[in-house]
């Protein structure tokens, strides 16, 4: 599990610290047994963000759930709260963006069709471990 108490993240570089983000997140959504967590490091090839956090819901339940997670857990961490969450109404696709990392929470079909791990092969992926069953 990442840990970024604020005394600790203040130690950190910014880089740094945004990559913990990226696996903060991507701890969130495991927390919430999202499928297929991908971390890919996109900040050399766009401007959108540093990082893209992608991981599957497997119903609109569990997607909606799983961004909720991610909100909650970087609010308790790190006290920070989205720029920008789109999709919750929905539940197929949600965005939970916090600027420097973005997280994408997809059913399977929005997962496979967009395919964004495609779209941004020329980021680098980074290694994200689930914690197992």
Not at 15 to 36: N, P, S
Not at 92 to 118: C, F, Q, S
């Amino acid at each position: 599990m990442t840990n970024l108490s604020t005394s600790a993240n203040t130690a950190l570089s910014v880089d740094d610290q945004i990559t913990a983000l990226a696996h903060l997140i991507a701890d969130a959504a495991d927390d919430r047994k999202a499928g297929d967590i991908t971390i890919i490091k996109v900040g050399e090839v766009s401007s959108l963000a540093d990082y893209f956090v992608i991981a599957t819901g497997f119903s609109k339940v569990q997607v909606r759930a799983i961004a909720g997670a991610i909100e909650d857990k970087v609010e308790e961490t790190l006290n920070r709260r989205p720029r920008h969450l789109e999709g919750m109404n929905d539940g197929t696709w949600v965005l939970v963006d916090y600027g420097d990392v973005v997280a994408h929470v997809l059913m399977p079909d929005e997962r496979e069709y967009y395919n964004l791990e495609a779209f941004w092969a020329h980021g680098e992926q980074v290694p994200f471990v689930a914690k197992p069953n």
